[in-house]
C-alpha cells in the first residue's frame, strides 16, 4: 500500500482512501484511480453489447426466427388437432 502526502494538511495517507482521513481533502489519485476502472468496466461492457448484437444478427439472418416460427406453428398445430379430435 502506497503513502502520499495530502496537499492539504500535509498528513501521509493511503492512495487507496477516497479522502484525507484527517482534513477531508479529496484524494486525486483515487480518483484518477476510479475513474480509470470505470471507464474500463464501460468499455468491457459496450464490447459484450456489439457482441450479442453481432451474433443477434447472425443469428437473424441465418434463418433462426424461421426455425423457431416452424417449431410453435407445429406445436399449435397439434394442440388445435387434438383439441377438436381432428386426426
Do not use: D, H
Not at 493511503?14 to 470505470?38: D, H, I, M, T
Not at 456489439?50 to 424461421?66: K, L, W
Amino acid at each position: 500500500m502506497a503513502l502520499m502526502t495530502c496537499t492539504e494538511c500535509g498528513k501521509e495517507i493511503s492512495e487507496k482512501c477516497k479522502a484525507c482521513l484527517n482534513c477531508g481533502e479529496p484524494n486525486e489519485v483515487y480518483r484518477k484511480n476510479e475513474n480509470k476502472r470505470q471507464t474500463k468496466l464501460l468499455f468491457i461492457r459496450l464490447l459484450l453489447l456489439a457482441v450479442t448484437f453481432i451474433g443477434i444478427m447472425f443469428f437473424i439472418n441465418s434463418g433462426g426466427f424461421e426455425w423457431v416460427g416452424n417449431a410453435l406453428g407445429n406445436l399449435m398445430t397439434n394442440i388445435l388437432f387434438e383439441a377438436f379430435g381432428i386426426s
